[in-house]
């Protein structure tokens, strides 16, 4: 039987933390929280809203760092109860495949895809939502919004480093934009 590796201890000091950032891109994994009907079709999206290391508010989905020792679908679900409460049920595969890859960089030219603090590539994931999710911790509100109003500029605009770009490649991932 093989042990479990404590991933707490895995946790990296902020002096450490910004050392490894300054020299190797960080994994991490975003979710695009949604829910489905009978037929496994999305009809809404949830869009977080949260407050960003510069102050400014923005609407976001889930998104955070893969632990060293840490299987893909637990930093799912460990980032999903952070972010939309213990009550979400969200349904993750047990063997998760992303829908894409992305790849954040401090430059927003690069790919359009930012993060000014890092250099992170992120495994992306549409997960359906069966519970009751409350937003957590850093969430200040979490919306349900119908497919196109999550990709209109209402929305979009709210975005930043280009999750509002991730939400439209979820949605055509699902056969829901032309």
Partial sequence: MSEMLDTQSAWLDE???QSVRDRLPMVYVDAVPVRVDSLGQVTEV????RVLPDGSISRAIVSGRVLYGERIRD?????????LGSMALPSVPTSPQ???????FPDPSVTGFHDPR???????????INGDPTPSLDSLDLIWVTPIEAVS???QSQMSGGQDRLVRM???HCGLLP
Avoid: C, N, W
């Fill in 15 to 17: 002096a450490e933390l």
């Fill in 46 to 49: 949830g869009l977080l809203l």
């Fill in 75 to 83: 930093a799912l679900m460990r980032h999903l109860e952070k972010d």
């Fill in 98 to 104: 992303p829908f894409t890859v992305v790849e954040y």
């Fill in 118 to 128: 890092q250099h992170a590539v992120s495994l992306a994931f549409i997960v359906p």
């Fill in 153 to 155: 500029m209402a929305f």
């Fill in 170 to 172: 979820a949605l055509a």
